[in-house]
């Protein structure tokens, strides 16, 4: 059995019954280094094999390898396995090397769009997009025309992956591109560590964002025209009469 398992966070309070149970029933635990370092004080008696980032193929080749063999096998993924995660390369690796799909299961995690937002307040009361901001394996082209599109919806947009050591003015590229839409005075918030140790968290104007520096650990958020900044919360009206 090979699950792809969806960790949230990384703490246990953010790990779902379903994920305990399965990392419990597994023999061997792949992963991202961070990933299974986030994890492995809750589960040391656990065999683990891990591999450094832009390794995903290699983690999920050998997830299906161990599996196979007959082993009980959870691939990790920090928030949802699904959600910028590896459900998607596993399904297709599987159908490539004849691994019965039936033999796999995807368990649901905790989000960052939704473990960021709880910290923040409310601010996907209403719909909402989720859009990555790396072009490692999308062209920056691509992720515009998405974030233009956003924008003239007037939905309050989730950023992913909003900057890193080498993409340091993504975010102020994507900030540029919403103000051809909202205007300054739009409220936005960020999360910084969402449910890990160092957590930090702020709001302020989209024109306040624009020159923000954020990492791969952060999760920006970006309002649309119901979005208020209340008692230092930050919240979208759903459109009920207060």
């Known amino acids: 059995m090979l699950y792809v398992v969806g960790i949230g966070p990384g703490g246990p309070a953010y790990i779902t019954k379903e994920a305990d149970d399965a990392l419990w029933e597994s023999d061997l635990i792949v992963g991202y280094t961070a990933y299974v370092d986030l994890i492995k004080p809750y589960y040391p008696q656990k065999e683990y094999f891990y591999t450094p980032m832009r390794q995903e193929k290699e983690r999920c080749e050998k997830a299906l390898q161990e599996s196979q063999k007959g082993r009980c096998v959870a691939l990790i993924c920090s928030g949802d396995s699904a959600v910028y995660g590896m459900a998607a390369l596993v399904y297709e690796l599987a159908n490539k090397y004849s691994f019965p799909q039936g033999q796999i299961e ?107 520096e954020a990492d ?27």
Request: with cysteine.
């Open 106 to 212: 995807v368990i649901a995690g905790v989000t960052a769009a939704l473990s960021g937002g709880a910290v923040l307040g409310a601010p996907l009361t209403n719909d909402f997009i989720t859009i990555s901001l790396s072009d490692l394996l999308t062209p920056w082209e691509k992720i515009e025309k998405r974030i233009l599109a956003a924008a003239a919806s007037d939905t309050v947009i989730c950023l992913y992956n909003p900057g890193s050591h080498k993409r340091k003015e993504c975010l102020k590229k994507a900030c540029e591109l919403v103000l051809s839409y909202q205007p300054e005075t739009t409220v936005c918030g960020y999360v910084r560590n969402i449910g890990r140790e160092g957590q930090t968290y702020g709001i302020m104007s989209l024109k306040e964002l624009k020159d923000f």
């Open 216 to 242: 791969m650990l952060t999760m920006v958020f970006i309002g649309n025209s119901e979005t208020i900044h209340l008692d230092g919360k930050m919240i979208t009206k759903r459109g009920y009469h207060v």
